[in-house]
């Protein structure tokens, strides 16, 4: 079973559109949490949400909008998708706030 | 091999060899770490974890080394294998839930 799962794995898409990612984990964990890795490698936080309410918030577009309709799912939403977008995006999972995290497989987004 | 972190992000070995991926931190506060290995097309995934009040973690192949004194730490990876090759990210993981991720040690390891 899939502990921490990802749709789509792939995403191409072009500029100004509209794009969600999902996530869901099944280890029951309150804490989900939304990371972009870009093409250096470098993987920095971008949501963080305990219980289904939002706890960490980075400087981030707000074009990008979080959602969790409940503890086991944590969507990501872009609007007007732009070409610095282009990233890989990690959802990840932990049992509570500083406790070890558990990653999805990542969502490759392309923005043409 | 050996890497320093932040000025070296790859480091290449030979299989059998031992590797040392690097890794500073700044906050002298932090009393917790966790080594996370990357392999591609996936998801970071934890390896090893070391508290501020251990110098050192040893497990199966792999090692944690803490120096508080330099704020630094290191992954020692013995007898490196080609299922190594990934890129590792030490982490800081806060109270607060911000993990902070360094940049990163690209390893590979040729037959």
């Known amino acids: 079973d899939t502990a921490v799962s990802q749709t789509p794995k792939y995403l191409v898409t072009q500029m100004g559109n509209d794009k969600s990612i999902k996530c869901e984990q099944n280890l029951g964990h309150d804490t989900m949490y939304w990371y972009k890795q870009d093409s250096k490698k470098f993987l920095k936080i971008m949501f963080s949400y305990n219980n289904k309410e939002l706890i960490i918030n980075e400087t981030v577009p707000n074009r990008f909008s979080p959602k969790s309709p409940d503890k086991a799912h944590l969507n990501l939403h872009i609007n007007s998708l732009e070409l610095g977008d282009s990233a890989v995006y990690f959802c990840?999972?932990?049992?509570?706030?500083?406790?070890?995290?558990?990653f999805g497989p990542g969502t490759r987004l392309t923005v043409l | 091999g050996e890497s320093v972190g932040l000025h070296l992000p790859t480091l290449s070995v030979q299989e059998g060899d031992n590797s040392i991926i690097n890794c500073a931190y700044s906050?002298?506060?932090?009393?917790?770490f966790i080594w996370y290995k990357q392999e591609s097309g996936k998801g970071p995934q934890f390896i090893v974890d070391?508290?501020?009040?251990?110098d050192k973690r040893q497990g199966q192949r792999v090692t944690v080394l803490l120096n508080k004194t330099v704020k630094h730490l290191s992954l020692q990876i013995a007898a490196t294998q080609p299922g190594d090759s990934a890129v590792y990210f030490c982490?800081?993981?806060?109270?607060?839930?911000?993990?902070?991720f360094g940049q990163g040690t690209i390893l590979t390891v040729h037959p």
């Open positions: 070391i508290r501020s009040n251990m």
């Open positions: 906050n002298s506060a932090s009393d917790y």
């Open positions: 982490a800081e993981p806060p109270p607060g839930g911000k993990l902070t």
């Open positions: 990840a999972s932990s049992q509570d706030l500083g406790s070890e995290q558990f």
